[in-house]
């Protein structure tokens, strides 16, 4: 009767046998000083498993009783299970009671414990075995139960299969037909709606986000506090996507607040993320980490699954306060857990991040490479939304490698204005950058988005001290000083590299917030350090001539060959022989890898 069980203890056997003349705990360990095919599992003998061999002799013992006589054995059979199940629930063992609800054919008893209490066990990362279970449901049963379709579309959209999601929602509606529109069935129309209004976060699509979360409050019965509460997440969720950052706090806050009083923890985490998101995009930079570190410590430990967006927060703000090494600790966390959850979304956040971390560290090889392995990903799994992300990053690495013809391509193709801006200065032609920088900076403070105006005005300020306006351009980062210093940002500033290191300089000799700029000026000098280290690492066999020098000075700008010569006032076959050279000492054979093998070496 104990071969239902893949691991044993006393207290378990006891409650699965039920025989008062018998102790679980003193026969296992009599089996065990026997050694009768029993094997501990632990060093306190609490827990122990059979032999493999001698559990497949027992099952087969079982199997043959039930099949040779008794419907009362079959019973019997079942009802173990069912007391396993009872005593894995009562010792907060969700996941093994669920298994043996399963193995009982109990659908009820599993369809509440897949619920869980507060939190699904697919939010717990069990969603391969709740799925399995679901897809060997025959369909009467399912009909039977629709509110079991719409826990089948739930546990496929938190596996990110998004293309059964909808399928699964209209067999729900399918099965409701002819019902009795009662307050169970408007509630779980108001679920589907829910649902709906979830799949539309995951594809970003604002006006189905809305309007199927103000159906799901219209259905859903007033004390479906749980899934009203979710529906409140997602409406926080469309508020942020319309860019209304103020309505979008004030939904997750209302989120976190009833999730708390009925200790739903997967709204109050989800909505707390949310929140912290918007303070991230506020530049609250400290806020928004004590959030995230508040998230994994509702999650616990080991975390769940979902704590990868918080890891996820968490990476990207150690990476603005320049502590390169708390963020890639951050980000693998993140992606380990995204992949735990089988979640492509933040896959893609978490290798993205990780690629700005390599470009960070002088890695531009490895960058590239990881950036396309998740560019791939995002075409496969058709999440194009999140291409723009993964193109900015690209046309980074692009711009390192000396590809600006590839790097204006991608910025034209996904209206990358910054994207733009940046070819264009690496170009040598920051009027036509500020052409495009001015008109959306007007844009972004209109908006109120305050992440994006540090982001645009770092940039102005460079575009206006390449256009030699060295005054305006020490106003406009005079702004960016003011709105970065309160969140503590640092890379924002060092990732633009030598022009903003000068800048910064000509802003300290008129006592532009000294402090700062002492900070800001000290990670370029670290970072600097860094480079020589690795430069004096990585020496050349034969050094570049003066002349080769300023012909791959050229090739970095962009310039062709017939450019060049004419530069130079040189033979276009001179210039092809220093070509070749270059690419014999660099150990390279094409121009962006010569680019990017002498940013390596500080020869640029």
Known sequence: RTSILDRLCGPLCDAVLRDASASGQNTLEYIQHANLF????????????YHHLFADLLRQRLQQRTESSTEHEEIRATELHIRASEWYEDNGLELEAFHHAAAANDVERAEYLIEGKGMPLFFRGVVSPVLKWLESLPTTVLDARPALWVMYASALLF????????????AAEAALQGVNLDDKTRDLVGHIASIRATLAVTQHQLETIISQSRRALEYLHPDNLPVRTATTWTLGYAYHLQGDRVAASRAYSEAISISQMIEHTIITIMATIGLGNIQEAENQLHLAAENYRRVLQLIGDPPLPVACEAHLGLARIFY???DLDAAQQHGQ??????QQLENTDRVVGCEVLLARLKLARGHIAEAVALLAKVDQLVRQRNFIYRMPEVAAAQVLTLLRQGNLTAAAHLAQTYDLPLGQARVLLAQGDPSAALAILEPLRQQVELMGWQDERLKVIVLQAIALYAHGEKDEALQVLSDALALAEPG????IFVDEGLPMAQLLSEATAHGFMPHYIGKLLAAFEAEARTDEEKSSAQFLLEPLSQRELEVLQLIAEGLSNHEISQRLFLALSTVK???????DKLQVQRRTEAIARARELNLL
């Open 38 to 49: 029993i094997v501990p599992l632990d060093n306190e003998r609490r827990w122990y498993r």
């Open 159 to 170: 596996a990110s299969q998004m293309t059964g999601v909808e399928h699964k929602l209209q």
């Open 320 to 322: 603005e306060w320049n």
């Open 333 to 338: 966390q993140g992606i380990q857990l995204a």
């Open 488 to 491: 503590g940002f640092i890379r």
């Open 577 to 583: 022989g220093h070509n070749q050279k270059i690419f």
